[in-house]
């Protein structure tokens, strides 16, 4: 005894010293852990494949939530509690039936008529048991017929024969949808019983399952309509934000639905109520800017003008000129276009406008249209876009090619040409206001360094977006993609 609480001493002590080993790197481990734990392999495929299939609207996905509890609660009480209600009445009424017959049975064995007339013991069971009933002298059992595939009232009814009257027996359940036959091989003869289903079989409790189902149909359709009523209002609030985020001048939205939505909704509206004011004063306080500063520099160009041409002057009127060039840049970046509403724009002229100004330049342009010619834009700031993408092309390259293709959903401009191309790392950086390339350059060679991001800032607000690549040519491929 005094040894195994020893070594119950020794465990323990040697527990207590792993514990607190291990605890001493928990939370590195869990870490690890953490970055460890995967899904199964085996169960991988399957996830993705449901992840696949399965609906991504909020609409579907509120149905599914509200349809497949419903129905798995549906399959579990039609599995479990039907199965056992329609055993345990189909095992009572086949008892009923077996008793009956084995009553039968024995009235035939203690009352047998001297002359064989079983009329009298028929007459009884078809009046007091409503059983058809004949008895064929010299006969024997048929073959064992094949089972039927739902075999509940053959197993039971089997069951119940053997329990009662120990004699060889052959049913037929699927001979008559109305009727049950059963042969009892007796001593010298065959008897050859009748019996309606409805007395041996539970066969009324379709009506259940009828009522239960037709009821989850109209539960699940008056939910369907109320989850409808209740997406609608979101679905609103999406289409306006999504107007907005592109500048479109959408209709009158109201919030509608329940109280988180509406409140949502109203949040929205106080946004773009803010939003479209601080538009508003920056349009105005650049207006007042533009104002005051074009008259500052009209009044240098006209002294310039009456100083004459001094020689000493001429880096003055380079500068001046400079400074409106720059305020020009600035103005048009910073200038809102959401005045502009959505019109028709042919791409065609303004390609072949963009190609005429490369031939007045000594430089190629090629261009090809593939789908609709007009596009539903904003004309002038769309314009403002493929023009300034191909400044730059023209600036720094001989050839430039546009590919358009123009689907049902997306609008595509590829711009390839054959200039010096921009580093990877620096693609990003050029779309950032007043970034140059070359900083020696000055802004008469390389621009305010404004173009690329007006170019992406109108993408954006179509809805689309401005990327850089290299180009098959050996240059910069441009490709502008906007909602058709």
Do not use: C
């Amino acid at each position: 005894m005094k040894h195994v609480a020893e070594t119950a001493r020794r465990n323990a002590a040697h527990l207590r010293e792993r514990l607190r080993r291990d605890l001493s790197f928990l939370p590195e481990s869990l870490r690890a852990g953490v970055q460890r734990i995967k899904s199964p392999p085996g169960w991988a495929p399957i996830g993705r494949w449901l992840k696949r299939r399965m609906p991504t609207g909020l609409y579907m996905r509120t149905v599914l939530i509200v349809v497949i509890p419903m129905l798995l609660t549906q399959t579990v009480v039609s599995a479990v509690f039907m199965e056992r209600h329609w055993r345990n009445v189909t095992e009572r009424l086949a008892q009923g039936t077996t008793r009956d017959i084995a009553a039968i049975i024995e009235m035939i064995r203690t009352f047998p008529p001297a002359d064989g007339d079983y009329s009298a013991i028929a007459r009884i069971a078809r009046d007091q048991l409503t059983m058809n009933i004949s008895i064929e002298p010299g006969a024997q059992l048929p073959p064992p017929r094949p089972k039927p595939f739902f075999e509940i009232l053959d197993d039971i009814l089997a069951e119940q024969i053997n329990k009662q009257i120990h004699l060889p027996f052959w049913i037929d359940t699927v001979g008559d949808s109305r009727l049950v036959e059963i042969r009892i091989q007796l001593a010298d003869k065959v008897l050859r019983v009748y019996t309606v289903r409805n007395q041996t079989y539970a066969a009324n409790t379709h009506i259940f399952l009828v009522w239960m189902f037709g009821t989850s149909l109209l539960l699940i359709s008056i939910s369907i309509l109320f989850l409808r009523g209740q997406i609608r209002p979101i679905l609103a609030l999406a289409r306006a934000a999504e107007s907005f985020g592109k500048g479109q001048r959408a209709g009158p939205f109201v919030p509608r639905g329940a109280d988180e939505i509406r409140r949502a909704g109203y949040a929205f509206i106080q946004m773009r109520e803010r939003i479209e004011r601080q538009m508003e004063q920056r349009t105005a306080m650049l207006a007042g800017i533009s104002h005051d500063l074009r008259t500052i520099l009209t009044r240098f160009k006209l002294q310039l003008a009456l100083a004459g041409n001094n020689p000493d002057l001429a880096g003055m009127s380079a500068d001046v000129e400079d400074m409106q060039s720059m305020l020009e840049g600035y103005l048009a970046f910073a200038r809102t276009e959401a005045e502009e509403d959505f019109g028709e724009l042919k791409l065609s002229e303004l390609l072949e406008k963009i190609r005429a100004d490369f031939t007045l330049h000594g430089k190629v342009m090629t261009y090809s249209i593939e789908g609709e010619d007009v596009l539903a834009v904003r004309p002038g700031a769309f314009t403002r876009l493929v023009g300034n993408l191909a400044q730059n092309a023209q600036r720094y390259a001989k050839t430039l090619h546009i590919d358009a293709r123009h689907s049902a959903k997306w609008l595509t401009l590829t711009l390839d040409d054959d200039g010096p191309g921009i580093p990877e790392t620096s693609r990003e950086d050029v779309f950032k206001p007043f970034y140059r390339l070359d900083e020696a350059r000055n802004l008469n060679a390389s621009g305010t360094g404004l173009g690329l991001s007006i170019a992406r800032d109108i993408a954006r607000a179509h809805g689309g977006n401005v990327t850089l690549s290299d180009s098959p040519q050996g240059g910069l491929r441009a490709v502008v993609r906007v909602p058709a």
